[in-house]
């Protein structure tokens, strides 16, 4: 499939990168309420605020759509000098928290109603999970011309 000539949407969410949280359960007064975790919450938050200003003042996307996700964890600052080297290279690459399918999930939540109608309308998926000096995720959305194969 080809992109279509509409405007891509890139954004960078700083700072470590989470996942969504599973959802949680409390006892009141014997009923019990399933509630989103507040980390959730403000991740959700975090990231329709850097699309929407990404966006700036674009209506959502209508048809399918491309995603790239960058997810970069912060290098451990108890790292000797050669192993964060071999981090930035990428001959080490994160096997930690947070589960990449977790990241992906928060973001296409999030961006629901605001860079397209859905997250059904993701139809391709390009994601990596590495280290870098200054963690974030970068997102790119790349709107696909109806009938390109």
Known sequence: MKPSSMDEIRFTVPGE???????????????????????TKDGEAEVRAAALAAMAGMNPITGPVSVSIQIKHAIRKSWTKAKRQA??????VPTIKSDMDNVLKLYFDALNGVAWIDDVQVVNVIASKRFSESPRVDVRIIPIAAGSA
Request: charged share 25%; no cysteine; glycine share 10%.
């Open 17 to 39: 990168p989470r996942g969504k949280g599973r959802p949680r359960a409390t006892s009141i007064n014997g009923m019990t309420r399933m509630y989103t975790p507040k980390t």
């Open 87 to 92: 981090a930035l290279l990428n001959e080490i």
